[in-house]
């Protein structure tokens, strides 16, 4: 049986972020979900530089216009598919949050039960608590893969360098490492220093300048950078790493988002792997990137999840705007001028308490 629900759509793709003409808040049937799948009731759907992106085309092996966005969500399960329905590990009115990639900024989305992972319990009690539950979906999901993953475990006493801080990737690294009890720097915008200053960051340098190179060499340099810019800065940020420190690249999309002309990340990304490849260096590399339904992502939710649950970790939300075509156009043109720090999201539906 389909549902009628209401979805964000790009109809086309544009040139420039500031022009919202291509989005839009429809009306679309979805179908009842398949064997493997479950259809879930959105409440919240993250918002990121992948709806930017995608809005321009430039999102990498990206879906053909018209498409809907949405890359992460929390919400109620609705339906389960004939297969799920054999299983104990959801039922009807379960919390539940996933990487989505396509389709969260929806009323209702199906989902293939291999992405969900249940919310606890003590995090649906209030909204507050679900926005942070899905901020932590993907953005700290990635921060948690980087700093303490397969290739880099950082640990105390680590000099760590963080471009972004004020992001939400960025301010998900920056907990996680001074939690290891390293020590943090990084840019961010001017305005965010003394705040990033009180959380416990040593060094904030303007994004803007090229002042934190001298400081950190002149500091003995780092031991782990993590750069999601790309394109020239991978150079700067390999520069600065100490013998056996490790550069992690992730997003490369500072040409995207910077409003620049259209320029692949691939060859950066490529001569940021070869670089690690090189003799008679012990400098690493790694481009990270998340692979939502692997075991290692499943895990890494499941971990920040708890420690948002915990309390060993706070989530600061900076902005939140409703899933109307006005919310929608609102939210785009608003990437990069939000003050504050931390996740974005859209609200998608109300929860009953």
Request: charged share 20%.
């Amino acid at each position: 049986m389909t549902t009628e629900i209401r979805k964000a759509v790009i109809t086309h793709f544009v040139s420039t972020p500031s022009d919202v003409a291509n989005l839009v808040v429809a009306t679309a049937p979805l179908p009842a979900p398949t064997k493997t799948q479950v259809q879930v009731r959105v409440l919240y759907s993250g918002f990121a530089g992948a709806d930017i992106n995608m809005a321009l085309g430039r999102y990498p092996l990206q879906r053909k216009a018209p498409l809907t966005p949405g890359s992460s969500m929390v919400g109620i399960v609705a339906t389960l598919g004939p297969g799920v329905t054999t299983t104990t590990k959801f039922k009807v009115g379960d919390y539940v949050t996933a990487a989505t990639t396509y389709d969260s900024e929806a009323e209702r989305i199906n989902v293939e039960e291999k992405l969900l992972v249940k919310v606890p319990s003590e995090l649906t009690k209030t909204d507050d608590m679900l926005q942070q539950a899905v901020a932590v979906c993907i953005d700290w999901t990635t921060a948690l893969g980087m700093v303490d993953g397969r290739r880099l475990k950082v640990k105390e006493g680590d000099v760590t360098f963080i471009h972004g801080l004020s992001g939400a990737v960025g301010q998900a690294l920056a907990s996680l490492c001074l939690l290891k009890g390293a020590r943090v720097f990084g840019t961010a915008s001017q305005r965010n220093h003394q705040k990033l200053k009180a959380q416990g960051v040593e060094g904030v340098f303007d994004y803007r300048s090229k002042d934190w190179i001298a400081a950190m060499k002149k500091l003995g340099g780092v031991d782990a950078a993590f750069d999601p810019l790309g394109f020239q800065s991978y150079d700067e940020s390999y520069s600065v790493l100490k013998d056996g420190g490790m550069l992690v690249g992730y997003g490369a999309n500072q040409n995207s988002l910077s409003g620049s002309e259209p320029a692949s990340p691939y060859p950066s990304m490529a001569k940021l792997v070869a670089r690690g490849m090189l003799p008679f260096t012990s400098k690493r590399t790694w481009f990270y990137y998340i692979e939502p339904g692997t075991k290692e992502f499943q895990e890494s939710l499941a971990t920040v999840l708890d420690m948002l649950k915990d309390g060993k970790i706070k989530v600061t939300v900076k902005a939140v705007w409703d899933l109307t075509t006005e919310g929608l156009r609102e939210a785009h043109q608003s990437w990069g001028k939000v003050e504050g720090m931390g996740s974005l999201l859209i609200r998608v539906g109300a929860q009953k308490l």
